[in-house]
């Protein structure tokens, strides 16, 4: 199977105009842009971090929001407690939405199907409640950030800069799923969605390829969590909402379920179109949900399966 | 001839049915050793038992000297037991090469290679070829590319035989190679299972008695949850207690 030269090359310019946005923006005097530029990167890498999960690894969780929410609270809680370095809070964040994953996913992964839904609801509306009611995390309202991450030698106070450090991040968790996928393990998520029975029978330790997967998905999460936390200015427990599972899930639906691209390419539709008809109407939810529907119907791949069939 | 999986006293029922009611069965290491029984006897569910996707209630089995009794599924393939199953079960949206390259694949059992993350697998040309080996042994060299979902019934069965043997087992269990395939098919299966014997240990369950008979180096007859009788195809032929059970008067 050679790599096709044309999805590569499509890639690089793709990525190109990414790099190039804030500079265009900025030359028009549309920073505020730069801003929701960064958010759709964010929603992006988080919705990416679900589609490995709910794509490639054939399990549907609906508790994404969960591990979204605890690295932003990671970053929060850490910078309230006078730890300022990215260098240090962003990996934690990671590494709690890690372990969480790895408990939650632990007690869930017997189950399946709807089951598995409801069960990964239960436990993320948990930490939602649980949250909201600690004081020391700031309970309703939240936990504002006294400023951005410092990630030295880079400036994050700058927009741009933080849109480029998670640009940086986007392009190379897509990088890394390429690789996962086309490696013996991404081999044996294949082999499990399509007969688990027989994966069994071939002596693939079933559980703790699903959990693994589980935990990686949500780890993405996890440090989408700790950029958006500095992006708001705030970790917010609407980021631990259920809603917030759904709107990761219509992403990823949108985009391609098990495409590359999907989470990335729903994240930039949903919030795109949010943005757009928000401006125009009051009833862009609506508007939404019909492009939701007309995307089931009609390219059952999402948008992603729309242009050839890339993985 | 020692036995290479010793079962003792085993028992499991399924609510007030005694599904297996006091197996006791060797196989020794070598032979094909064929169980068959009427319909409803507990065949299956004694595969399911020796395979580990059901646990018993009561009764050991000994694989290979040590109890495997309360193992997992995974655990009995890497001490080396293998199934086929009695409905065809592979992957069906992917290439035959792929299928029995993911059965190569399951026997690196370190951590390392089953959750290799960076090396693309297309990288590995010794596994692509032992995967190509395998399948040029059942027959299937010419179609190796196809998807799984394309090819016939009978191809698909052999696929199943060729991804069991790539997990290299030291026993391999073959639920009714040949349950839903047309004459030529059983027999082209008939002649693979041949071809194993001597250097494959197989437990055979099979309903067509010309073949158990004609492949089997020992046949064991399971009714009611026990084995009846058990001995060489032509003393459990003649034996009395089999004709009236199972064979009736068809021989």
């Known amino acids: ?311 | 001839m020692t036995a290479l999986l010793e079962i003792s006293g085993l028992k499991r029922h399924f609510g007030g049915l005694w599904a297996t009611n006091g197996v006791d069965l060797d196989v020794v290491t070598g032979e094909v050793h064929a169980l068959i029984g009427p319909n409803g006897a507990g065949k299956t569910t004694l595969i399911h038992l020796i395979s580990g996707e059901l646990l018993p209630d009561a009764g050991t089995l000994q694989f290979a000297g040590s109890d495997i009794s309360q193992c997992t599924t995974h655990d009995r393939v890497a001490r080396g037991i293998t199934r086929s199953y009695q409905i065809t079960q592979i992957f069906p949206r992917l290439s035959l090469l792929e299928n029995v390259r993911l059965a190569v694949q399951s026997r690196q059992r370190d951590w390392g290679s089953s959750l290799r993350f960076w090396r693309p697998a297309s990288a590995d040309f010794r596994m692509i070829e032992e995967a190509e080996d395998w399948l040029s042994r059942v027959g299937l060299a010419a179609e190796v590319s196809q998807l799984a979902c394309d090819v016939s019934h009978g191809e698909r069965r052999a696929l199943e035989l060729a991804m069991a043997l790539a997990t290299r087992p030291r026993l391999l269990l073959l639920d009714e190679p040949m349950a839903g395939m047309g004459p030529e098919e059983s027999e082209h299966m008939a002649r693979l299972i041949a071809s194993l014997k001597g250097e494959q240990t197989v437990l055979l369950v099979e309903h067509d008695m010309d073949i158990v008979f004609r492949l089997a180096d020992r046949v064991s007859v399971l009714v009611s949850g026990r084995i009846i009788v058990s001995g060489t195809p032509d003393f459990v032929r003649e034996h009395p207690a089999v004709r009236s059970a199972y064979l009736g008067d068809a021989l």
Request: glycine letters at 12%.
């Open chain 1, 1 to 311: 199977m050679k790599p096709s030269h044309s999805g590569t090359l499509a890639e690089t310019a793709l990525l190109i105009a990414a790099v190039a946005l804030p500079l265009l923006l900025q030359a028009f005097g549309e920073d505020y842009y730069i801003g929701f530029a960064t958010r759709l990167l964010i929603f992006a890498l988080a919705a990416t971090g679900l589609n490995f999960i709910v794509g490639y690894g054939g399990m549907v969780a609906f508790g994404h929001a969960a591990f979204f929410g605890i690295g932003a609270y990671a970053v929060a809680l850490l910078m309230n407690a006078g730890i300022f370095s990215a260098w240090i809070t962003w990996p934690v964040a990671v590494a709690a939405a890690a372990l969480a994953a790895l408990l939650i996913g632990a007690a869930s992964l017997r189950t399946r199907g709807v089951y598995f839904i409801m069960i990964t609801l239960a436990f993320a509306q948990m930490i939602y409640y649980s949250v909201v009611s600690l004081e020391f995390a700031g309970g309703d309202d939240g936990l504002p950030l006294e400023q951005r991450s410092t990630l030295v030698p880079l400036d994050l106070a700058d927009d741009a800069t933080l849109y480029w450090v998670t640009l940086g991040l986007l392009a190379a968790s897509l990088m890394a799923l390429k690789r996962l996928a086309a490696s013996r393990y991404g081999r044996a998520l294949t082999g499990l969605r399509q007969n688990e029975t027989r994966m069994e029978a071939l002596g693939y330790p079933v559980q703790q390829i699903k959990l693994v997967c589980f935990v990686v998905g949500s780890a993405v999460a996890g440090l989408a969590g700790a950029l958006l936390a500095n992006q708001n200015g705030m970790a917010s427990p609407s980021q631990l909402y259920w809603t917030q599972s759904g709107m990761l899930l219509v992403m990823v639906i949108l985009g391609g379920v098990g495409q590359r691209f999907g989470g990335m390419l729903g994240a930039i539709a949903l919030l795109g179109l949010e943005e757009v008809l928000g401006r125009i109407t009051e009833h862009s939810h609506f508007y939404v949900g019909l492009a939701l529907l007309a995307v089931v119907l009609y390219a059952p791949r999402g948008l992603a399966g729309l242009w050839g069939r890339q993985k």
